[in-house]
């Protein structure tokens, strides 16, 4: 499976973006999905996930103000981002939850204060 994120840049602290993720394959449907991200200089991280029936979970950084989705046709998932803070600045990555594939390339998101 190749994954291709996109939809980062940068915004402004109280400003919004939506990442896309596209995945190659067809097993993209029955997967849980989840939206990393990595800050300079930490650990990767767990953002936010999405089952294959829809169900949804966040850590409680990005609770209320992150929205996780999918749209199995199209093999894509989504994370909306509003209220952004300069703490969510960092290189935001798809993959399987938990039993992650390869990883793909990330979309860079900076957020200025």
């Known amino acids: 499976v190749q994954l291709q994120a996109s939809g980062g840049g940068l915004v402004q602290a109280g400003g919004s973006l939506r990442l896309s993720c596209a995945a190659s394959?067809?097993?993209?449907?029955?997967?849980?999905m989840a939206w990393y991200r990595q800050a300079p200089g930490k650990h990767r991280e767990l953002v936010a996930a999405i089952d294959s029936g829809g169900t949804t979970n966040y850590v409680g950084a990005v609770k209320g103000r992150f929205t996780i989705s999918r749209d199995n046709a199209k093999n894509t998932v989504y994370l909306q981002m509003n209220s952004l803070k300069p703490e969510d600045t960092a290189a935001y990555y798809c993959?399987?939850?938990?039993?992650?594939?390869?990883w793909g390339q990330g979309t860079l998101v900076t957020v200025s204060s």
């Open positions: 993959n399987r939850f938990l039993q992650n594939w390869n």
């Open positions: 394959g067809s097993i993209f449907s029955i997967n849980a």
